[in-house]
């Protein structure tokens, strides 16, 4: 699951940016809406992923 994590940060960041890459224009609303979703990915994304590396046993 640990990298999972770190593609749920990936997801997140995409979401960021991805209004500019796909569409010609976006509305306000698009722009808001995916910028505060990609931010929440993004957050617990590193959540999970230090939740993850903290319970991986270190040899």
Do not use: E, F, Q
């Amino acid at each position: 699951m640990y990298g999972l994590s770190w593609a749920m940060c990936a997801l997140g960041v995409w979401m960021i940016i991805s209004p500019w890459i796909v569409g010609d224009s976006p509305d306000a609303g698009v722009v808001w809406n995916n910028i505060i979703i990609g931010a929440l990915a993004v957050i617990l994304g590193l959540v999970c992923a230090g939740t993850a590396a903290k319970a991986t046993p270190r040899p």
